[in-house]
């Protein structure tokens, strides 16, 4: 019985040993320190984020992995729902998420679910925008096992090592999240001003004015300019908002 325990216990160790190398492998390759990866996710009725989320967060801190301040806030263990309003909050240079495997899901059906909940979400993220969100399967990621800790870093080194990263640029997206809560919802200039303040973000509603009037059309205009094929709903929705709309709702 010793034995067996002792035998155990190797194995154990071995496949820390293993992890740990692969833990230094990621940090070898990627500069961990200079990337913020999120972690975001949706079922058919709920958009929420977990500190940390599982076999992914485990790998992330490990690997020294920026987080975003919102993900860092969420008490350690717990999940929160996110709103529409804060979904920013959640941004990263890269966004991980999962799909369920098990369920014959597919990461399709993922998006199909945030942009249920949250239409034109791809939009306001700048991790969608540029394809650098990521789509790792749930079966791994929430599993309690070396194996488990082992797929979810290969997954990692294989989907961040190598490749340029687009780094968010803090709030330059305020200007078309802005128009695009004046153009989507019943809001007045000085609502638009009120939620984003309440968000730590300081405009005038005169100033949403101007980017409403100046910008636009400019949006319309490279929405269409990046649709190839088919285009999504959310950039369908945005270029109909922007497209039509423009200089007509002013209050």
Request: hydrophobic share 40%.
């Amino acid at each position: 019985m010793i034995a067996d325990i002792a035998g155990a216990n190797d194995k154990l160790a071995v496949m820390e040993r293993r992890y740990q190398s692969q833990i230094a492998l990621i940090r070898e390759v990627i500069d961990t320190k200079t990337i913020m990866v999120s972690t975001l996710h949706a079922q058919s009725k709920s958009f929420f984020a977990f500190n940390p989320y599982f076999n992914i967060g485990k790998v992330l801190l490990d690997a020294g992995f920026q987080r975003p301040a919102a993900i860092e806030a969420i008490p350690d263990g717990d999940r929160i729902d996110v709103s529409a309003e804060a979904l920013q909050e959640f941004d990263g240079d890269f966004i991980k998420t999962t799909y369920r495997s098990s369920r014959q899901q597919y990461p399709d059906a993922v998006t199909g679910y945030m942009e249920s909940l949250f239409p034109g979400f791809c939009v306001q993220l700048h991790a969608c925008r540029e394809g650098q969100m990521i789509y790792l399967s749930r079966a791994e990621a929430a599993a309690t096992s070396y194996y488990a800790l082992g797929a979810v870093a290969s997954a990692i080194l294989t989907s961040l090592g190598g490749r340029t990263v687009l780094h968010g640029s803090g709030n330059c997206w305020n200007a078309p999240f802005a128009v695009m809560l004046y153009v989507r919802f019943p809001l007045s200039l000085r609502n638009v001003e009120d939620l984003r303040h309440e968000r730590g973000i300081e405009i005038s509603h005169e100033t949403v004015r101007f980017w409403w009037n100046s910008f636009g059309p400019l949006f319309a205009a490279e929405i269409r300019r990046k649709k190839t094929g088919s285009a999504t709903s959310c950039s369908l929705k945005l270029e109909m908002a922007f497209g039509r709309g423009v200089g007509k709702k002013q209050r």
